[in-house]
């Protein structure tokens, strides 16, 4: 139901940008706390960024603030993470997942804590 994908080719070189694109179908969006992770070979999945319903909060990882930027279109039933400045340490399977909540300041940064998860695509950046 939740799927995640790129707006654009998915090698970028290192200070390039991409969008990514999350969206649920036959589901809106709009009551659902959104986050972003990512998973790089050999290592475990890690937080990117997050946003509340009606986009109250957002949270980032350290590696990523002042870099990304996470926002949510209800009109069109997406959230988007802008990434700018990449580096090859950027690169990973990125998902998104949603969360149902009825509170706009809920927004847990714990993988484990979303139930709907995309299923993921590929981001690499070259040096």
């Known amino acids: 139901e939740v799927s995640c994908r790129r707006l654009g080719g998915g090698l970028v070189q290192a200070g390039g940008s991409l969008t990514l694109s999350c969206t649920r179908s036959g589901r809106t969006l709009m009551n659902h706390a959104v986050g972003w992770f990512r998973q790089a070979p050999g290592k475990e999945r890690a937080f990117v960024a997050a946003?509340?319903?009606?986009?109250?909060?957002?949270y980032y990882s350290d590696s990523v603030k002042g870099r990304f930027g996470i926002s949510r279109d209800n009109a069109k039933n997406t959230v988007s993470l802008q990434m700018n400045s990449l580096n090859p340490e950027d690169t990973a399977v990125y998902y998104c997942a949603a969360l149902a909540t009825a509170s706009t300041r809920h927004l847990p940064r714990a993988a484990e804590a979303y139930p709907y998860w995309g299923q993921g695509t590929q981001v690499t950046v070259s040096s």
């Open positions: 946003i509340s319903r009606s986009a109250v909060l957002t």
